[in-house]
């Protein structure tokens, strides 16, 4: 398993994976600030209360989460959830909200429910990779519309720097390399350009843990309750894909299950710290890991160092051109799009069933900036498809014995809601002989559907004073009829 400690000691106390953890977190601090504070104005409260809860999201999942390397902290889908309950009752209900969603986040969890990420496709993970992406771009855009001049020859320089700087050397982080040259080029030549500062005052201090301010009664929790499944969900969603992409990206496996826990309790804590609570941060995952981080050391350096950087360096973070970020933004969003996946070749390759999938998803993100619907969408449609196509694979051949007396129906494929529906139509109940054989040898029931349609079967045939005998049953088809038949009519 990822992070998975080598025989002596952690592979992060390393001094050059170290390096490239500190190196690769301090960057991803950078990068959270602006996007903290946006989020913070998205949800209607004060840039403190994003910012402590990136902080508080990045230092507790980098102890307490299943994916290594992965950046947990404030983020635009959990603003949106909130953004309603906290203009109309206030900080303190936020706050209540996130502590009860962290909470259902860990009895989820404790349930099982990453297994779940399993019934997602892989056209679906491709859109979703794909959304992001274009996500990732277009939150830029704001930033390069009515600004002064100057910020579209920074951005470029910037991207420039990234793309050319690691053929110099890979010792320090480009994007690193880049924000601390913009920012000097800004001050030295007194640019007039949108800043970090510009987003709003970072905080002073660290953040003080206490209660939420609300009345502890039924009436609160029959408010803050749906809002905080809503919670729950997206931020485990968002946050499971993440990991399964960083698992994809770093060819190493993660605990889901942790890391549905994990992301709990970090809600928690950060509620009972002042924060707005958050999940999985996907384009500042993709800076870390881009960087070459691999390790819980990353993580955690982003929340501190996110801290220090207000705290201690505020003066110096606020004058931090947002064009420097920007550029690192573009370049992130065009390394995270899979390009393979549109190419002509590859989709004259795929079934066509594929390809809707993967652009619903894309269209559903994109339209909703959503990434959980969009997987919830896409999933759907693919199991529709997946239904749809395994539907047509059930099939009933008939054989009558030489003597008339007897048939032989013999069912292959698939028996399930979407295959039995066509079942009871297969099936010549005037003119078949009194002897029924329905031989199911090359089938299988899956579902209750199935058992009713061949209960049909025999009530006609019956009807007609024909018997029926079915054989072959497997086991698992035997045990499910044995329960079920008979007992699906409302007759009884």
Not at 172 to 177: E, H, K, Q, R, Y
Not at 247 to 252: E, S, V
Not at 313 to 328: D, N, Y
Not at 334 to 346: E, K, L, Q, V, Y
Request: net charge neutral.
């Amino acid at each position: 398993m990822a992070g998975r400690l080598r025989p002596g000691r952690p592979a992060w106390l390393t001094p050059s994976v170290a390096r490239t953890e500190i190196l690769s977190g301090l960057v991803v601090a950078l990068a959270l600030i602006p996007e903290a504070i946006s989020f913070s104005i998205i949800a209607g409260v004060d840039p403190s209360v994003g910012l402590f809860a990136s902080f508080t999201m990045a230092v507790v999942i980098a102890i307490a989460g299943g994916r290594p390397a992965m950046i947990s902290a404030a983020t635009g889908a959990i603003a949106l959830v909130v953004a309603p309950l906290a203009r109309e009752y206030g900080l303190g209900h936020l706050i209540a909200t996130v502590i009860l969603g962290g909470l259902i986040q860990v009895a989820l969890g404790a349930l099982g429910v990453a297994r779940l990420m399993r019934f997602v496709p892989r056209s679906v993970m491709v859109g979703f990779v794909n959304a992001l992406a274009i996500l990732i771009f277009m939150a830029q855009v704001p930033e390069l519309v009515d600004v002064p001049w100057t910020v579209y020859p920074l951005v470029a320089a910037g991207l420039a720097l990234m793309v050319f700087f690691p053929r110099l050397t890979k010792a320090v982080p480009a994007p690193l390399v880049s924000i601390a040259a913009l920012t000097a080029i800004t001050v030295g030549a007194a640019l007039a350009v949108p800043t970090v500062g510009d987003r709003g005052a970072l905080p002073a201090a660290l953040p003080v843990p206490g209660l939420p301010d609300v009345p502890f009664t039924l009436d609160t929790l029959t408010l803050i309750a749906p809002y905080a499944l809503a919670f729950a969900l997206v931020g485990l969603m968002e946050s499971l894909m993440t990991a399964k992409l960083v698992d994809d990206i770093t060819d190493t496996r993660s605990s889901k299950t942790r890391e549905s826990i994990g992301q709990g309790i970090a809600n928690i804590v950060t509620g009972f710290f002042g924060g707005m609570g958050g999940c999985a941060m996907i384009g500042q995952t993709m800076i870390n890991v881009k960087n070459g981080a691999r390790t819980r050391l990353s993580t955690f350096t982003a929340g501190v160092m996110l801290m220090v950087l207000c705290i201690v360096f505020g003066p110096w973070v606020s004058q931090i051109p947002m064009a420097a970020l920007v550029a690192v933004m573009i370049l992130v969003s065009f390394g995270t799009f899979d390009w393979h996946s549109i190419a002509p070749a590859t989709l004259k390759r795929l079934p066509a069933g594929e390809i809707t999938v993967m652009v619903i998803t894309v269209a559903v993100v994109v339209a909703t900036h959503n990434l959980a619907i969009g997987v919830v969408v896409g999933s759907l449609t693919g199991l529709i498809i997946f239904a749809r196509r395994v539907a047509h694979l059930a099939q009933v051949s008939a054989v009558i014995d030489p003597d008339g007396g007897q048939v032989v129906y013999a069912v292959t494929g698939e028996l399930f809601f979407a295959s039995s529906n066509d079942l009871v139509s297969q099936f010549d109940y005037a003119e078949d002989p009194d002897d029924v054989v329905i031989d199911l040898t090359d089938a299988h029931i899956w579902d209750a559907s199935s058992v009713a349609a061949l209960d049909t079967v025999e009530s006609k045939y019956a009807a007609r004073g024909k018997i029926v005998r079915i054989i072959g049953l497997n086991q698992a088809s035997a045990k499910m009829h044995a329960t079920l038949s008979g007992e699906l009519s409302g007759s009884h």
